[in-house]
């Protein structure tokens, strides 16, 4: 049975755990091949790699990078062009939180939150 994305490959930023784990793991089971990106989380990224390509029989692979940094997103896209010819779907979901009220959450933990909105934009 044909799946609806096979053939395809896919790069989820922020896949370690949680939505983006959940993302993988479907475009994964939908016959996509996956990059699954981390910033700290190495260990359940690799986890969530091997389980994909166990499971589903696909090109799994975790790729430390940090998705608030230009560079760090053209090497990426660098080293998915090396694995594959063309990279067909980009989920980006990686983010961070403070895991505090917004009453509670400081100036520069705000900005901290947005920067990797802000860096590429200029403010009017």
Do not use: P
């Not at 922020?14 to 910033?39: D, E, F």
């Amino acid at each position: 049975m044909t799946k609806l994305l096979e053939n395809r490959n896919a790069i989820v930023t922020g896949a370690s755990r949680g939505i983006g784990a959940g993302i993988a793991y479907a475009l994964a089971k939908n016959g996509a091949n996956v990059i699954i990106t981390y910033v700290a989380s190495a260990s359940k990224a690799e986890d969530l790699a091997k389980k994909i390509k166990a499971e589903f029989g696909v090109e799994a692979y975790a790729i430390k990078s940090d998705a608030s940094q230009y560079d760090a997103a053209e090497k990426l896209v660098a080293e998915a062009t090396k694995l594959w010819k063309n990279i067909d779907i980009i989920v980006n979901n990686a983010g961070i939180d403070n895991e505090c009220l917004l009453d509670d959450l400081t100036v520069e933990g705000f900005h901290k939150v947005l920067q990797c909105f802000w860096q590429d934009f200029e403010l009017i």
